[in-house]
């Protein structure tokens, strides 16, 4: 049963990384904005995965969040800050960059976690921590500059679009702890995403999108970025936790930025040196470091996740 979950995790970190290759293949072959496809994802699998709850727990169990005014302030400011937020710093790293890249600069979330609690609880991180936060800082370094203190090796956009996708995947992480604890994460996902979306369309209108575009290519894309690269990971990440820990379930989700960074590679093309590589190897293992925790024996640490 371990291996199914862990096989499970691999496949939805894997879809993932995948996600961010397709959403950079569409912004190659198609006029858009990185709000336009964050609009169409955030409202076509809001609305997938609410009916789906709907189908599966019943109608009273998919809208009962609405029920505590609290919970409905709390819900729609993850869904316009977190999610919505998380969602568009993401891909407009990838618009003005690639996907590898972003993927992995939205991966040192954890790293700005460490850092808002060291401050909130006024004390310094461990051993551990500081080691897993300087590597990261050099794994940023040769990553966008290649070892060269003269110039960067991807565009300033991408790096401030990126560095904001990690610190809002950092708050996309810890606010809605009570929320899911409450409602269980398909309604909080779902909703948030729905909230998200239609807050983005207020100022990109998917109706809008050029569909005159419109081909077998470009329908593929969204119907694996909304379902390959959303939907399916989500249920497979949150099953998987019924075999794995979720801190193991967390270190296999590195296969993410991997996939990212090896797809984009050997298919894409995408420029990436060895410096490069070995940064990105180092925000990898700065990641899981801050991510492994012992588990004692006897203990069970199975959280709820929420989708990226």
């Not at 300087?134 to 070892?147: D, H, V």
């Not at 077998?216 to 894309?221: A, Q």
Request: aromatic fraction near 12%.
């Amino acid at each position: 049963m371990k291996n199914k979950g862990i096989i499970m995790v691999l496949s939805a970190a894997t879809c993932w990384g995948l996600s961010g290759i397709a959403a950079q293949l569409f912004f190659h072959h198609f006029i858009s904005t990185p709000g336009m496809l964050v609009a169409i994802r955030l409202l076509s699998a809001g609305i997938i995965m609410i009916l789906l709850q709907c189908l599966l727990k019943g109608t009273s169990n998919a809208f009962s969040i609405w029920s505590d005014k609290k919970d409905r302030f709390t819900l729609l400011i993850f869904g316009i800050i977190g999610m919505l937020g998380v969602q568009y710093t993401f891909f407009a790293a990838i618009h003005y960059g690639n996907a590898a890249t972003a993927t992995l600069l939205q991966y040192l979330g954890p790293v700005f976690i460490i850092v808002f609690v060291s401050l909130r609880l006024k004390k310094m991180p461990g051993v551990k921590e500081l080691a897993a936060f300087l590597l990261a800082l050099a794994g940023i370094f040769f990553m966008t500059t290649s070892g060269s203190l003269h110039s960067l090796s991807i565009t300033i956009e991408a790096l401030v679009w990126g560095i904001l996708s990690a610190l809002a995947a950092a708050f996309y992480t810890l606010y809605p702890r009570k929320l899911l604890a409450t409602w269980g994460a398909v309604p909080v996902v779902g909703w948030s995403m729905i909230i998200g979306g239609i807050g983005l369309s207020l100022f990109n209108p998917p109706w809008t999108f050029d569909w005159n575009q419109g081909s077998l290519f470009l329908y593929s894309l969204l119907l694996f970025i909304v379902i390959i690269g959303t939907i399916i990971p989500f249920y497979l990440f949150l099953d998987s936790l019924r075999f794995v820990t979720a801190a193991r379930a967390s270190i296999l989700s590195s296969a993410e930025p991997l996939t990212a960074v090896l797809v984009g590679t050997l298919f894409l093309h995408t420029p990436m040196d060895t410096v490069q590589l070995l940064g990105s190897l180092g925000i990898i293992i700065a990641v899981i470091l801050l991510t492994f925790q012992p588990v004692p024996k006897g203990s069970d640490n199975k959280k709820r996740a929420v989708s990226r």
